[in-house]
């Protein structure tokens, strides 16, 4: 994954999904000073990667990546969004187009939207992770128990060209192009 973030990031990152911004802190990036933005629901998420980040100046903007985002004229050359999708609510294809309504206006015409989640679908889950599925769809922490590799397809292609997807496992890879 580390690998991933190293070659596709841009000098203008938006991040959806900061997790704690472990990846953003260890990536290579393709120039000293990137400008990122980073843009999740949860205050102590942003609050936790802005502090990781901090040599870097990221701007921390507290939205719902399903809404447009109030990010103003800024453009971006990347954008991440993993291990974000398994963690909204509903359809697959529902979410993965809705990163074309709320990101794509922001991207580059040469930027690239890159990200992961884990399908339900369509793939195989060991006996440990079938168990985290059943309990985390239960709690509402994952909504993915119907996900598959199609409706992140669907829902990419709607909005996005150039959609790649690799399946690995029971995660979904992907990369789409404005």
Not at 114 to 136: D, E
Not at 147 to 159: A, K, M, N, V
Request: with cysteine; proline share 5%.
């Amino acid at each position: 994954m580390l690998e991933r973030y190293s070659r596709h990031l841009g000098r203008r990152h938006l991040k959806l999904g900061v997790g704690t911004g472990w990846y953003l802190e260890h990536a290579t990036w393709p120039v000293e000073r990137p400008a990122i933005t980073l843009v999740d629901l949860n205050e102590n998420s942003l609050s936790v990667a802005a502090r990781r980040l901090e040599r870097y100046a990221p701007r921390r903007v507290r939205a719902n990546v399903l809404d447009p985002l109030p990010l103003g004229e800024v453009r971006f050359d990347s954008a991440a969004a993993n291990y974000l999708l398994h963690c909204l609510p509903g359809p697959l294809e529902s979410k993965a187009a809705a990163l074309a309504v709320s990101v794509r206006p922001f991207l580059e015409s040469s930027g690239l939207l890159f990200g992961s989640t884990i399908l339900g679908r369509g793939v195989a889950h060991t006996t440990i992770g079938r168990r985290l599925m059943r309990v985390y769809n239960a709690k509402g922490i994952f909504s993915n128990a119907e996900d598959d590799e199609h409706g992140l397809e669907r829902g990419l292609t709607s909005g996005f060209t150039d959609v790649d997807i690799d399946v690995v496992g029971a995660v979904a890879l992907f990369t789409a192009r404005p």
